[in-house]
Structure formats: structure tokens, C-alpha cells
């Protein structure tokens, strides 16, 4: 068959399917052109197909008295059946016999799948509290640092010629300790899986346990901004006060506001007397944005919702977090030691046999201690946000 023929079956079965379907919709008008329609397909269907016929039986009457020689080449054969069976089973689909992809052992068996072993990621924003701090190597798993005490400095005492010198005050002082504390865990991993995967697994787990490591790090150093009582706050003033007074002269030039993406975009909707937007970004780095807060500016540091996440109490508000401060001189990370990663085939670990089960356990720990260093250095506030219409998502 012709490949005109086999497109003109084609559109004689698509005509039959428009044709029921009309009947099915009740538009009977429309059903009936589209019938007329199907009748001249049909009726140049079988007019091409007597001509073809008749030029076939001639050409193999020819071959039966020796005229001609029949194709013997077996890759044109196969070209020729490939090709007619496929536009055979796209007029023959609606039986149910006969090879078919959908149909496993009819033909689905043999049909390659589109499966990759390669391991994907999906996008995620990822930041990491620590960068924030200050971090102090450490070589013992115990200390106390020396801090002179603040104090209301007051002048010295007039004297009289010859007359005495006062005493004066003499400075105090205190100390902050640290105590490092162990962290980390362990996994199995059969060596079956080590041996058979086309996968870097080991680079794998080792990136899976430094982002275990970062979210132990972000969890810490939220908790140490959660020992201070959080303050709630409805207007900008709030936050204009907390950093020119509360935070003062002593803070203010090295202050960040710490906030979410619910922040950043509430951020976002604020603009001055003149409209123009009072969160702009860095000149020098366009991702980096700062907030006019009266005559200076202060550097917004936005982290995923999912790392500090807004407060949702009651309908309607959105308590969203706005810790100002110097975080280096308000927290301080004691590291030990680095997050370490250790293997072994012949360890034990509870129930888990690695020798006799033919596994490999693997072991990371790290070790280090989080305190506040000081506590004037920052202010925890959440801003409550009323108009749903500025919720982040």
C-alpha cells in the first residue's frame, strides 16, 4: 500500500471518530457534513486503491514469467516490513491481538525505558547561620576566656596643689566558658549497593552529611539567639530605635538585620516620603541589599523560610523574625574539631554486624560548643505584619 493510501486511511479513520463524536454532542448538522465528507475519503480511497491493485497484480505476473526480479537484499526487506507494519498497527490499533508497546508481553518488554541512574537534586536554598559568627579553633574540649567587665567610667577627682590623690576604682572582670560536646551519627551501606551502582556514593553521603552538619549549625545558632525574649514590633521606628539607641554607637556600625524571605518581601513594599524604595541593593553586589534606616544604612540578610521560619499565631498575622545586631560579637562557635568521616567494613554498630553482614558503616562526628558571647550585641524582635496581602508564601 501506497504511502498516499495509508495517509488517507488515516484521515478516514479520524473523519469516523469526528463523525461519532458530533453524534455523541447531539450536533446532528454537523454530523452529517462531516459523514458527506467521510464519503468522498472513502470513495478516493477505493478509486486509488483499484489502480494500485491492478499495477500490483501486473508487476507480480511480470515476476512470475521472469520480467523482472524480485527484491532479495534483506535489509530493504526489513526497511519494507518495518515500515508497513508500523503504519499497519496504527491502523489496526483498536484490535485487541497483535504486537503493541502497551501490552508488556505483546512487544512492551522490548521497548527500552528512559531510566537514569544518575542522581539529580532538586533546587534548594541553602544558607549557613555560622557565617555569621565568630568561630574560635579550639585545642582542648574545655576553657574560660578573660573579658574585662563593662563599666560606668567615671573621671578623675580634682585635687588641691599638694593636696592627696584619691583612690580609684579598679577594673573587674569575668569569664565565659566553653565545653566541647561530641555530635554526629552513623549509616550502613551494603557493599552490594557499593560494588553494583554507577554512582559516586561516597561523595554522595559525604555531601549529604555536611548539610546535616550545616542544619546542626543553624539549629545552635538560633537557639542561642532564642535566649534572649523576643520583643514584637508593629513600624519601622522599632527597628530605627533598636539599632541607633538600643544597639547604640558602640553595635551600630557593624549591625545586620537577620530576617526570612517573608521579611525581604515586607522589605520590599516599604518607600519613602518621595516613593522611592527604602530596600535597595548593593552597588558592589547586586544579590546583597541594604535598608535605609534614618541616616545610615544596614544590611539585610535574608535566610530561606525554612531555616528561620515566620510565627503564624492568629489569623490574619504574621510574625516575621527581625533579629538586629553584631552577630560576630554576639555569638561565638567553639570548634574542636571539623565534622571528621570515618568507614569501616569490620565495625560494629548496635545490631549491625558490617563482617558478617557484608556492609560498610559510615561515621561522622564533630565537636564543638555555641554560646552567646554578648548579649547587648543584638535584639530578637518579630515585626507583626497585619495586611495578608504582604504574606509570604
Not at 494500485?52 to 532479495?72: H, K, L, S, Y
Not at 538585620?257 to 530596600?279: A, P, Q
Amino acid at each position: 500500500m501506497s504511502e498516499r493510501l495509508l495517509n488517507l486511511l488515516d484521515m478516514i479513520n479520524a473523519k469516523k471518530a469526528e463523525v461519532k463524536n458530533l453524534v455523541e454532542a447531539g450536533n446532528l448538522d454537523e454530523a452529517e457534513a462531516a459523514k458527506n465528507e467521510l464519503k468522498n475519503m472513502q470513495r478516493e480511497f477505493d478509486l486509488l486503491k483499484d489502480i494500485e491493485d491492478a499495477e500490483f497484480e501486473n508487476t507480480q505476473q511480470r515476476v512470475n514469467t521472469g520480467e523482472v526480479t524480485p527484491i532479495t537484499n534483506t535489509e530493504d526487506s526489513v526497511a519494507e516490513f518495518a515500515n508497513a507494519a508500523r503504519h499497519g498497527f496504527r491502523v489496526s490499533n483498536s484490535l485487541s491481538s497483535g504486537m503493541r508497546e502497551s501490552s508488556d508481553p505483546d512487544g512492551g518488554y522490548i521497548v527500552p525505558e528512559d531510566i537514569q541512574t544518575r542522581i539529580n537534586n532538586w533546587k534548594e536554598a541553602e544558607f549557613s547561620l555560622e557565617s555569621l559568627i565568630s568561630v574560635e579553633n579550639v585545642k582542648r574540649n574545655k576553657g574560660q576566656r578573660t573579658y574585662e567587665k563593662r563599666a560606668t567610667m567615671t573621671g578623675f577627682e580634682d585635687i588641691e596643689e599638694g593636696g592627696e590623690l584619691q583612690e580609684m576604682d579598679t577594673p573587674q572582670f569575668e569569664r565565659i566558658k566553653y565545653d566541647i560536646q561530641d555530635r554526629g551519627g552513623w549509616l550502613p551501606l551494603t557493599n552490594d549497593l557499593l560494588s553494583d551502582t554507577d554512582q559516586n556514593i561516597t561523595e554522595i553521603i559525604t555531601k549529604w552529611i555536611a548539610r546535616k552538619s550545616n542544619a546542626t549549625s543553624n539549629q545552635k545558632v538560633i537557639g542561642l539567639i532564642n535566649t534572649k525574649e523576643v520583643s514584637q514590633i508593629e513600624t519601622m521606628d522599632e527597628i530605627k530605635k533598636a539599632i541607633i539607641v538600643t544597639l547604640g554607637a558602640a553595635y551600630r556600625a557593624g549591625s545586620k538585620i537577620l530576617t526570612n524571605d517573608d521579611g525581604l518581601f515586607f522589605f520590599s513594599t516599604l518607600k519613602d516620603n518621595n516613593g522611592r524604595d527604602l530596600l535597595q541593593p548593593n552597588p558592589m553586589n547586586a544579590m546583597q541589599m541594604y535598608l535605609s534606616v534614618g541616616p545610615i544604612k544596614v544590611p539585610i540578610i535574608a535566610v530561606p523560610n525554612k531555616v528561620i521560619a515566620s510565627d503564624v499565631k492568629e489569623k490574619g498575622k504574621l510574625k516575621i523574625p527581625m533579629v538586629c545586631g553584631d552577630f560576630k560579637e554576639a555569638f561565638k562557635k567553639y570548634d574542636r574539631q571539623r565534622t571528621s568521616i570515618m568507614s569501616s567494613n569490620v565495625a560494629v554498630a548496635g545490631s549491625l554486624n558490617a563482617f558478617t553482614q557484608n556492609m560498610t558503616l559510615v561515621r561522622a562526628i564533630e565537636r564543638n560548643d555555641y554560646k552567646v558571647l554578648d548579649n547587648m550585641a543584638y535584639t530578637n524582635m518579630q515585626m507583626v505584619v497585619n495586611d495578608e496581602s504582604v504574606m509570604g508564601e
